[in-house]
Structures are given as structure tokens and as C-alpha cells.
């Protein structure tokens, strides 16, 4: 109930497609959902977060789709660019009895192609 | 503002040897965590500290792994002794709210031999 499943575990892309990854979770008590970035010999970043009240949420390329009902979320890359090649972590958070958790999924790896 | 710092950034030791990571997160953040990230996975959470108590540390192998905050600031994980099965990149992060919003720092990649 704990987990975040992640899909694909990696994904190939052509130069100004949409790259769409998928992330599914059980516990209805996660109440952020974040993504991160994860560029090789570096630590992950946060890319973009939403709360399960909004159905999307959308910065620059990056926008977040979420469907509450079935427990989905998922990271849409518009005008994929070579330097989005990364990989990438969905995660959910919640803050239970101050005691505030953060699982991650276990990643996709993004290559797009020039 | 600076980023998380971790030291060093590679490390290689001989299976059974001992080994130190240190971390200082970026100023002001109250909470501070250590992963462990095996290639071609997520980050594993070892240990979360608010300030310098500890509030989850249930995955951290205790018989082997060992972490410490002193005074709230910087924080050391050592590894004692090192199995094969160690390899991986370990992570600092810190976060002065919610743990969804995380900074991280670049990682120590160990190598046990």
C-alpha cells in the first residue's frame, strides 16, 4: 500500500514528441505528488508537484495529469528536447501524525532522440 | 543560497573495511535525509532527522550502518563494516517544510570490492 508503481522503466522519444510516463499508487493518504529529475552524477531535483484537488498542473514543457478516482498521475513532456534526457522519479508524499514520507517510484530512464 | 554538500563523492573500500559519508544541508533546513540508491532504482530512505533527532530510521540496516546530527546542522552516515551488496550512490537531502520538496545534494557513489 506503501508503493508508487512506475511505467515505463525506459522510454525512447523523437525530438519535439510528447513523452508520457505513468505512476499509479494504493494509499489514498498521500496528499503531494511530486516528480523529480535525475540527471547522471547528480542528485534529484524536484520538477513539478501537484495535490490530488487539482487535475493538472502545468509548468512550461512539464505538465502533471491526475486522476483522483484511479489513483493515477502521469508526467507529460511537450516538445521533448534532447536536454530532457534524464531519469525520472514520480514520488508521493504524506504527513501522517508529523511524521512526513515521501516514497519514490523506481524511475524511467527518458532518452530523446536528436 | 548553496546546495546540499556531501563528501566525498567517490569512494571505493574492500568488503569488511569501514566508511564515512558527510553531509551539510542547505542552511536553515530542519530536516535531513540519507538514501541509499542502487543503480537503476529510486532512492531508498536509511534516515530522516528533525533537527538532530531522529524521526524514521526503520530501513537502516542498525547493525551495520550508523547515523548521527550533531547540533542540528551537518550529519555523518558511516558503514561498518562494508558488504558488497553496499554499492550504490548515497544520497543527502534536506527540506525545510513538506518531505515532497526536497533538495538534494550530488551523491557519494561507493564501490565495495
Known amino acids: 500500500q506503501q508503493q508508487v508503481k512506475q511505467s515505463p522503466q525506459s522510454l525512447i522519444v523523437q525530438k519535439g514528441g510528447i513523452s508520457i510516463i505513468n505512476c499509479a499508487y494504493e494509499n489514498t493518504a498521500f496528499d503531494y505528488f511530486p516528480w523529480y529529475q535525475q540527471f547522471p552524477g547528480k542528485g534529484p531535483a524536484l520538477l513539478i508537484a501537484?495535490?490530488?484537488?487539482?487535475s493538472e498542473k502545468k509548468e512550461g514543457r512539464f505538465t502533471i495529469s491526475f486522476n483522483k478516482s484511479a489513483k493515477q498521475f502521469s508526467l507529460h513532456i511537450m516538445d521533448s528536447q534532447p536536454g530532457d534526457s534524464a531519469t525520472y522519479f514520480c514520488a508521493a508524499s504524506m504527513d501522517v501524525n508529523r511524521d512526513d514520507k515521501i516514497i519514490f517510484g523506481k524511475g524511467t530512464r527518458l532518452h530523446i532522440l536528436p | 543560497e548553496a546546495g546540499v554538500a556531501q563528501s566525498p563523492r567517490y569512494k571505493i573500500i574492500e568488503k569488511r573495511q569501514s566508511v564515512a559519508f558527510w553531509c551539510n544541508p542547505i542552511s536553515g533546513h530542519a530536516t535531513l535525509y540519507w538514501y541509499q540508491q542502487i543503480l537503476g532504482q529510486g532512492p531508498k530512505l536509511l534516515i530522516q532527522f528533525q533537527n538532530n533527532g531522529v524521526v524514521d530510521d526503520s530501513q537502516l540496516p542498525k547493525d551495520r550502518f550508523s547515523a548521527e546530527r550533531l547540533k542540528g546542522v551537518d550529519s555523518t552516515l558511516k558503514i561498518q563494516p562494508a558488504k558488497l551488496e553496499d554499492s550504490a550512490v548515497y544520497l543527502c537531502?534536506?527540506?525545510?517544510?513538506?518531505?515532497?520538496?526536497?533538495?538534494f545534494g550530488p551523491g557519494t557513489r561507493l564501490t565495495v570490492t
Open positions: 501537484i495535490r490530488p484537488d487539482v
Open positions: 537531502a534536506s527540506s525545510s517544510l513538506r518531505a515532497y520538496e526536497q533538495y
